[in-house]
């Protein structure tokens, strides 16, 4: 769980979109879980975390991994967004980056953007569709997994998802503007995160997916993390890099009924103690402090010495 977590933030992150266009205006309004990392090539901080995920994803030997590892080893990015959600049959994952083309020896990475279908055509195994006049290239033998094996490039950005009609769905969803945007859930989150935010992240629980997902590990680790999670609706995550190695951040929890939210403030206190018990050998710094706002409950939180922590977590 707490490496869930973890990734979530990081890639949840491993949510919340940028105040006005941006790739989570890609993102079907249906993804229970999303996220959204801002200023990719301009904060410093950014560039160690994704140097420690493309050295997960080089140590990988899974066919279906080649198309990202290759996008996360080639190229620098602005921004990077992202989404899942559990169907019926399997689970749909969604991943947007828009990578940084401009500046000297840019040239050679915006040609292989512009012709990343003709490289991946060279194997049989990949075909090809259209959505309109949008190109889509998918592996058939991704296209029953949740691996990102299905792609589109237009105006260049990339969208990666786990099956070729996952990227329609995309494509339709920015289309359209049914996105994620739309939803009130993500709104109402998205009004109360940190300001000049570099990552945001956000879970839909109104079905209650993810407590029936954090019910099942906490049986199985015979620990209860959330004693409230029957009644919280969704969770948000944003925060901003202070420095290399200290951090800002704000989890939200939308409870569903008045009369809980004090049972949820006090989760809330508890999360907050937790992390600093269970990372104490690694000498981590946190302060955290709940407040609540109406139905929201509010753990703000600061750290330093995280990055120990990140490195371990990614192994």
């Known amino acids: 769980m707490r490496r869930l977590l973890i990734v979530a933030m990081v890639m949840v992150c491993l949510a919340l979109p940028v105040r006005g266009a941006g790739l989570a205006g890609y993102l079907p309004a249906n993804m229970d879980v999303t996220y959204q990392l801002l200023h990719v090539d301009s904060q410093p901080a950014w560039q160690e975390i994704l140097n420690l995920y493309r050295d997960k994803l080089a140590n990988q030997n899974d066919p279906n991994m080649l198309l990202l590892s290759y996008i996360f080893k080639q190229f620098k990015f602005r921004e ?33 953007i512009d012709n990343l279908g003709s490289f991946v055509a060279i194997d049989q195994n990949w075909h090809q569709t259209a959505e309109g006049e949008a190109k889509i290239y998918f592996d058939i033998r991704g296209e029953a997994n949740e691996k990102l094996t299905s792609f589109n ?11 070729s009609a996952l990227v329609k769905k995309c494509l339709a969803a920015g289309e359209k503007q049914a996105n994620i945007e739309s939803q009130s859930w993500y709104k109402a989150l998205r009004d109360k995160a940190l300001a000049n935010y570099d990552g945001v992240g956000g879970i839909n629980n109104r079905n209650r997916n993810f407590t029936a997902e954090l019910k099942k590990w906490e049986k199985n680790n015979n620990l209860v993390v959330l004693m409230s999670s029957d009644w919280i609706d969704a969770l948000g995550l944003s925060f901003r890099f202070l420095s290399d190695d200290r951090i800002q951040g704000r989890l939200l929890f ?11 403030k006090s989760d809330a206190e508890f999360l907050g103690e937790v992390a600093k018990r269970r990372y104490s050998a690694s000498q981590l710094g946190i ?29």
């Open 287 to 315: 302060k955290s402090k709940v407040t609540v706002n109406g139905n929201v409950v509010i753990l703000d939180f600061e750290a330093v010495n995280w990055r120990p922590i990140l490195e371990k977590e990614l192994k």
């Open 254 to 264: 939308q409870c569903s009924e008045p009369g809980k939210v004090a049972l949820v």
């Open 80 to 112: 990077i967004a992202g989404g899942y959600n559990r169907a019926a049959q399997q689970n749909n994952n969604v991943l947007l980056v828009q990578p940084q083309l401009s500046g000297p020896g840019e040239q050679f990475n915006r040609f292989l």
């Open 153 to 163: 490039v237009a105006n260049d950005q990339v969208i990666l998802a786990s099956n």
